[in-house]
């Protein structure tokens, strides 16, 4: 026995399933989702608000591609055993998921600085938070203009 379904037939079906979903809110579920960069956040510093400062992210102003933005985070710190950096956390607040990288750090790191390529899914802030060793925090933050096709609009 064959099953014969004409085009018309599966338009009605496919409209019918989609506005179904549409209706039920199980359609994309996860476009609708809220980025978790503050919840992020909050739990790197456990609801500690953290201080402008010490902390320097260097990106690019505008991205001609975000599937591969430089970056470079450092953090003015001796790096000694009284006093060093423990942990920054990069976060992009626009990004489907926000978490972008954490770097760890001990004083025999010598400097508190690394560098990497990140992927950016839209023009966004970045937020770069450092965590000192006496519990203390530090943060920075740059917004980056991701271009598509290099164009500046």
Do not use: Y
């Amino acid at each position: 026995m064959t099953l014969i379904i004409s085009r018309r037939q599966v338009l009605a079906l496919t409209g019918a399933a989609l506005t179904v979903c549409a209706v039920s809110g199980a359609a994309f579920p996860a476009l609708a989702a809220k980025n978790d960069s503050d919840d992020l956040i909050k739990k790197f510093t456990g609801g500690k608000e953290p201080v402008k400062g010490k902390v320097k992210l260097d990106l690019p102003e505008i991205a001609e591609n975000g599937n591969a933005v430089p970056m470079t985070v450092s953090v003015e710190s001796p790096m000694t055993e009284d006093s060093h950096v423990t942990d920054v956390l990069i976060v992009a607040d626009a990004n489907p998921n926000g978490a972008v990288v954490t770097f760890h750090f001990s004083p025999a790191s010598g400097v508190a600085e690394a560098n990497t390529r990140i992927r950016l899914a839209e023009t966004q802030n970045v937020i770069a938070i450092a965590k000192m060793n006496d519990g203390s925090f530090f943060t920075d933050t740059k917004q980056v203009k991701v271009t598509i096709g290099g164009c500046g609009g």
